[in-house]
């Protein structure tokens, strides 16, 4: 892996002044005029830290691959205004995600690129044209990462990608995906170059990405960083980050130091698996005969952990073994009995289904009587814990592996739980949203409740596009069943 900057010594021009004696910093201070002193605020080279300033040097993809929090939208912001303002007439590509990260991040956000400058060299932002503009005649367009086919046609100078990681990777009507069309944007120029920058996910991209910036050729530089390093985040949010990761060794390591891991020793589920029968399609649901929402409740009033609510579909096979299951939504929270219970009516009523599975050992009765007093007429069907969480989760894994559970685009909250949850480690916090998972598979493909397993209801309605997974080619077969048996 290509790094540049590796120092110590981490901290920006602005930070060594800030760490010096009261009479130190007046003395360095006071030789600036009040001018220099405002033109300072937007001075990316006093402020940046080494491993936030871009170098100079001859890189076609620079990957800033580092913590939540470390500083990459503002770093992308700055070297997307560097390029504008130093090279007039530049046009410059911004790929996010999807199109509200694009605009909500990476053009308006508090570190994008709109506020990064000072004001007389702001540009102007016309969001009905997804552009911006400065007076030089420099402009950028934003682009969504779920809509490939946007970024054909499209020639720039320079790219940014934000949160690369989590792009989706199915590929356009031409076979194309978001990051193949963008690098063939790169294009004018003598010297086309692309930044990116994402938290380190352990997808085929990636693992791609890295083992290129190990080859000088390539022209592919890496650097790394934690959010620690960003003083200007608040104790309280790093307090509360190292919190939420607490007992999680492998996920803090990713997700606060920025690193990039080859897997977890004893995860019971894999990125592979997940990424290999992944159902991308920001658009269409796949179509699901049964349906549930899977509840893992919390009861306490304030509590520390989040309800899991996860929304899961089967198709109508009556062998279970040969049974498909697609999760449709995550819509944990962190909230009372009585806000959680809204937000389960909400995806009952949402997903078309009257069927809800929760854990009776966490308070049954009590699950029951907060969603039955929002809505009686759902069905709840009470499932009791007398296995450990290991070997709940072992068939759900299993069938996993058989190709017979797909994530409908991306969950990255629950995913992260699935491949970084390790039973056998000790403290490590409860996964919530998992254990939502395994409830609502268990439901639909190991063993139903009799009502799950051969009642026909004729009243709701099909949810979704007609498909049929088979592993690894992903091809439509069709449903298509005259009513749906629960």
Request: hydrophobic share 35%; proline share 5%; net charge neutral.
């Amino acid at each position: 892996m290509s790094k540049f900057n590796e120092k110590t010594d981490n901290r920006s021009v602005a930070q060594k002044i800030a760490d010096l004696p009261k009479e130190k910093q007046i003395e360095i201070l006071g030789r600036y005029t009040p001018e220099q002193l405002e033109a300072l605020k937007y001075d990316w080279n006093f402020n940046g830290r080494p491993n936030q300033i871009v170098p100079k040097t001859n890189w076609h993809i620079l990957l800033a691959c580092a913590g939540r929090g470390f500083g990459k939208t503002r770093m992308l912001s700055e070297w997307v205004r560097d390029k504008a303002l130093s090279e007039p007439g530049t046009i410059i590509g911004i790929v996010a995600r999807t199109a509200a990260d694009a605009r909500d991040v990476i053009a308006l956000g508090e570190s994008g690129i709109m506020n990064v400058h000072a004001p007389h060299e702001r540009p102007t932002y016309k969001g009905s044209i997804r552009k911006i503009e400065w007076e030089n005649g420099s402009y950028a367009l934003l682009f969504s990462a779920d809509t490939p086919d946007q970024l054909r046609g499209f020639q720039c100078h320079y790219l940014v990608g934000d949160e690369v990681a989590a792009w989706p990777t199915k590929p356009d009507s031409s076979g194309a995906t978001a990051w193949s069309n963008a690098v063939v944007c790169a294009r004018l120029g003598d010297n086309p170059q692309i930044l990116l920058a994402t938290t380190p996910k352990r997808t085929e991209f990636m693992k791609q990405m890295i083992e290129d910036s190990k080859n000088p050729d390539n022209k592919i530089l890496v650097v790394s960083g934690s959010t620690k390093e960003n003083r200007n985040l608040s104790k309280t949010y790093i307090e509360n980050l190292v919190r939420a990761y607490d007992g999680n060794e492998d996920l803090a390591r990713q997700e606060i130091e920025g690193e990039m891991l080859d897997g977890v020793q004893g995860a019971v589920f894999t990125q592979e698996s997940i990424d290999e029968f992944r159902i991308e399609d920001p658009e269409d649901p796949p179509y699901t005969h049964l349906r549930v929402v899977a509840v893992d409740p919390t009861v306490a009033a304030e509590p520390r952990d989040e309800c899991g609510i996860v929304v899961i579909g089967a198709n109508q096979v009556k062998d279970l073994s040969k049974r498909q299951a697609f999760v449709l939504e995550d819509a944990s929270l962190k909230a009372s009995p009585e806000v959680w219970a809204r937000k389960v009516v909400e995806m009952a009523k949402k997903w078309d289904t009257k069927h809800v599975l929760v854990e009776r050992n966490q308070g049954g009765d009590l699950v029951r009587m907060v969603i039955h007093n929002l809505d009686p007429t759902l069905i709840i069907h009470t499932v009791v814990a007398t296995k450990g969480k290991a070997l709940r989760a072992e068939p759900v894994a299993q069938a996993m592996e058989q190709g017979r559970i797909h994530i409908w685009n991306f969950m990255e909250k629950l995913e992260e739980q699935m491949v970084f949850w390790d039973p056998n480690a000790s403290g490590m916090k409860s996964p919530d949203r998992l254990d939502a998972l395994v409830w609502g598979i268990v439901g639909l493909l190991i063993d139903p409740p009799y009502e799950l397993r051969v009642k026909t209801v004729r009243t709701t309605t099909a949810v979704g596009r007609k498909l049929d997974i088979k592993r690894g080619n992903g091809k439509s077969r069709g449903f298509t069943p005259k009513t749906k048996r629960f």
